[in-house]
């Protein structure tokens, strides 16, 4: 049985920094996009290809993806490299991290606000229905995500239909940290070993540097890394981003100056003339050159064409003349 509402937090619509990014008319369809999350067999999550989400939401896909961009809705078209992980919090105690989205293959989108506030009301229902407190504690809600100190757990799925409060609203930030990010078990996928890509592998470091929000669905991430940018580029990167206070953009956008800069300076290399080979000249051939300047010099004549050694042609001359002066 679906249920026909969802709960809607003001103060956390207005304070959600990301989703205040967007533009007003990417807020709209926001909302949309909540209705079709809220009306998934899968509470909070999609497995559609981002042109049918905006088919289903009626929206433009130029606003889609601003909301991708600016990590309002989470997940990608081919593989989702960067698992969804909460982490309860009651009062000044956290409880063990739980993976509630995990590596997978595409499509996947999902609300990972929606996703966390369907997995509290199942632990919330478990809880009252059979008396049995579970490990974690339990969150109230609207509560940020935690920080993780262990490995996570993969979250049981959720029985639908319990009478327990639903609630929804904007999305948070992903919580990742090595190695624990990579160490998670998918709650969606069969189990077994999980390969992160570049892509994964680079959000990871950029968490680990200090930049709190990634996207790893982000255009100019995915084109920088068909350029051929490097993981150490962005760590870099990330180091003098947070240095400066700054986020993930301000990081990819150092990342893409260097690129430009050494695809400028390879653009330059090409475009330059190579120098012809350097002609050496031995000792001789110096003083052949000079003796026939010389000679010149002197004579105010230009040097005979012939092909015996200057110092040859000098001395003949100088016998002809010795003799016509002798006569």
């Known amino acids: 049985m679906k249920r026909p509402a969802f709960q809607f937090y003001p103060s956390d619509w207005r304070n959600n920094a990301n989703l205040r990014r967007c533009s007003p008319a990417a807020r709209g369809v926001w909302v949309d996009i909540m209705c079709v999350l809220h009306d998934s067999d899968e509470y909070g999550i999609v497995r559609w290809p981002l042109i049918d989400l905006s088919n289903a939401s009626n929206a433009p896909m130029k606003l889609i993806r601003e909301l991708v ?21 009651s009062g000044r105690c956290d ?13 996947v989108w999902y609300s990972s606000r929606m996703v966390r506030d369907e997995y509290v009301r199942t632990i919330r229902g478990e809880s009252t229905r059979f008396g049995e407190p579970k490990v974690a504690p339990k969150p109230p809600f609207g509560d940020e995500d935690g920080e993780q100190n262990s490995a996570p757990k993969a979250a ?6 319990d009478g327990s409060t639903v609630s929804s609203s904007s999305s948070t930030t992903l919580n990742t940290r090595i190695p624990d990010a ?8 069969p189990e077994g070993p999980e390969r992160v890509s570049k892509t994964g592998a680079i959000c990871i470091v950029l968490k680990s540097e200090g ?8 255009p100019d991430l995915a084109a920088l890394i068909n350029a051929g940018a490097e993981v150490g580029q962005f760590a870099a990167a990330a180091r003098a981003a ?15 100056s260097q690129m430009r800069d050494a695809a400028s300076l390879a ?16 000792f001789r051939e110096r003083d052949d050159r000079n003796s026939r300047a010389k000679w010149e010099e002197m ?8 092909s015996k050694k200057p110092i040859v042609v000098i001395n003949e001359m100088i016998d002809i003349t010795t003799k016509r002066l002798a006569v």
Request: hydrophobic share 30%; glycine share 8%; no cysteine.
């Open 182 to 189: 990579l160490a998670a078990q998918p709650l969606l996928e």
């Open 299 to 306: 004579t105010n004549r230009k040097w005979p064409e012939t």
């Open 156 to 161: 049981p799925k959720p029985p639908f239909g």
């Open 267 to 282: 653009a330059e290399s090409l475009a330059k003339p190579r120098d012809s080979p350097r002609q050496t000249e031995t």
């Open 242 to 256: 947070t240095a400066k206070g700054k986020g993930f953009a301000y990081a990819l956008g150092i990342v893409k």
């Open 95 to 107: 409880g063990e991290p739980v993976t509630l989205i995990g590596i997978q293959d595409g499509p």
């Open 211 to 218: 930049i709190a929000s990634v996207n790893p669905s982000h």
């Open 69 to 89: 961009e600016k990590s309002v809705l989470k997940g990608h078209d081919k593989r989702l490299e960067v698992p969804y992980i909460y982490t309860p919090r």
